[in-house]
């Protein structure tokens, strides 16, 4: 719809003199649950989208191969820094 045809739409609404509405008190726990669910959705909207747009534009992680031996051709080192024996 049109900036034209809401505005006339909106004069008619807002220009009664007596209204005799009533608003429930739990509309208004019904519509900051309305906001908070939606500040929650755009929260894990935008998390999980980052997280996507970083992968993307990130470099691949490394892959470490399993059958590669470390430095010392089977020797793991101890505690003091020294190679100890298998």
Do not use: N
Not at 47 to 72: I, T, V, Y
């Amino acid at each position: 719809m049109t900036a034209l045809t809401l505005l006339p739409l909106a004069v008619l609404i807002s220009a009664s003199i007596h209204s005799h509405a009533y608003i429930d008190p739990g509309a208004g726990s019904v519509a900051l649950q309305w906001l908070l669910a939606g500040l929650a959705g755009a929260g894990v909207f935008l998390r999980l989208f980052w997280r996507r747009l970083k992968a993307r534009f990130s470099a691949p992680p490394e892959r470490h191969d399993p059958a590669e031996k470390p430095e010392g051709e089977g020797a793991v080192e101890g505690t003091d820094g020294r190679p100890r024996p298998l």
